[in-house]
Antibody
Framework: EVQLLESGGGLVHPGGSLRLSCVAS????????MSWVRQAPGKGLEWVSG????????YYADSVKGRFTISRDNSKNTLFLQMDSLTAADTAVYYC????????????????WGQGTTVTVSS | QSALTQPASVSGSPGQSITISCTGT?????????VSWYQHSPGIAPKLMIY???KRPSGVSIRFSGSKSGNTASLTISGLQAEDEADYYC??????????FGGGTKLTVL
């Protein structure tokens, strides 16, 4: 079964850091680009970041550029999101999602999603 | 990029058809044929329903269809069923490797 399982969410103080993980199973992880998408309380979905299958190309939304770092360990079928300088605006459920090709292809549709991990930034 | 504009809610009775609009600009929906639609219910992973404006992934019911005209994309669900009740989000390519989502539409099946 194709599956994505996020972890690493929690409560963090403003200015703090958190590292999210997403373990993939059921498909050849390194053959597909991956993405992080978030949903703040009461808000819609927001694309956060994307990475190519090899990990050599990374992309970020303006709202997180310079603060978040996406990476992947293909030997462990795991996607990461390092989040630094967190603010209350980063409070959200964070989803990892699989793109349909190995190059950054979130715009072709993301066909597998995890159930999300919750990040709360509060003092 | 600003979020795409969707109606906050739509409703319909079982068996009816409904259409959800998604309005963007010439910088996203109007220029690129990369509009996708996602179904999302609380506590459940989002599901891809339509990609590249009007293509259906394997396993998605033919009752779901997508289209685009100018800066507005649309998702139509025909033969509405109770199981279709969920939030629906459109998503468009916005250039420079960016994606932009809509604010979401809550579909209620009466």
């Amino acid at each position: 079964e194709v599956q994505l399982l996020e972890s690493g969410g929690g409560l963090v103080h403003p200015g703090g850091s958190l590292r999210l993980s997403c373990v993939a199973s059921g498909f050849n992880f390194n053959d597909y680009a991956m993405s992080w998408v978030r949903q703040a309380p009461g808000k819609g979905l927001e694309w956060v970041s994307g990475i190519s299958g090899s990990g050599s190309n990374t992309y970020y939304a303006d709202s997180v550029k310079g603060r978040f770092t996406i990476s992947r360990d293909n030997s462990k079928n795991t996607l990461f999101l390092q989040m630094d300088s967190l603010t209350a605006a980063d409070t959200a459920v964070y989803y990892c999602a699989k793109a349909r090709y190995d190059f950054w292809s979130g715009h072709y549709g993301m066909d597998v999603w995890g159930q999300g991990t919750t990040v709360t930034v509060s003092s | 990029q600003s979020a795409l504009t969707q109606p906050a809610s739509v409703s319909g009775s079982p068996g009816q058809s409904i259409t959800i609009s998604c309005t963007g600009t010439s910088s996203d929906v109007g220029t690129y044929n990369f509009v996708s639609w996602y179904q999302h219910s609380p506590g459940i992973a989002p599901k891809l329903m339509i990609y590249e404006v009007n293509k259906r992934p394997s396993g998605v019911s033919i009752r779901f269809s997508g289209s685009k005209s100018g800066n507005t994309a649309s998702l139509t669900i025909s033969g509405l069923q109770a199981e279709d009740e969920a939030d629906y989000y459109c998503c468009s390519y916005a250039g420079f490797n960016n994606l932009v989502f809509g604010g979401g539409t809550k579909l209620t099946v009466l």
